[in-house]
């Protein structure tokens, strides 16, 4: 089946479509915080998700203006790029910004 994309951000629950298709995934965690809670969601994901081939690559956030570019975004991508690395130091993670351009982490 040919759709005309490379890689595709999937809703957590929707494993199927790239396992079967043989699709690329840039699995995403939607907020950039370092609290415990937020930190705890993305330590969730990445070993929840670690085992899928099809995952490609991390974001830590997607277009969080409040908080991107400032010390305290900087503190909140450092550590949750620690925790991702802790679980899975092979993969690339990345954020998007305000200007929708995308920076490795």
């Not at 995403?28 to 085992?51: F, G, H, K, P």
């Amino acid at each position: 089946m040919a759709i005309g994309l490379r890689i595709i951000l999937l809703h957590r629950k929707s494993w199927k479509p790239a396992i079967v298709l043989g699709m690329l995934v840039m699995d995403e965690n939607r907020v950039l915080a370092d609290t415990s809670d937020i930190l705890s969601q993305v330590e969730s994901m990445v070993l929840r998700d670690r085992n899928h081939p099809s995952v490609i690559i991390w974001s830590l956030c997607n277009e969080e203006m409040a908080h991107q570019g400032t010390e305290r975004g900087e503190r909140a991508a450092r550590a949750m790029r620690d925790v991702i690395r802790q679980y899975d130091p092979t993969r690339p993670n990345n954020r998007s910004n305000e200007t929708m351009d995308s920076e490795q982490v």
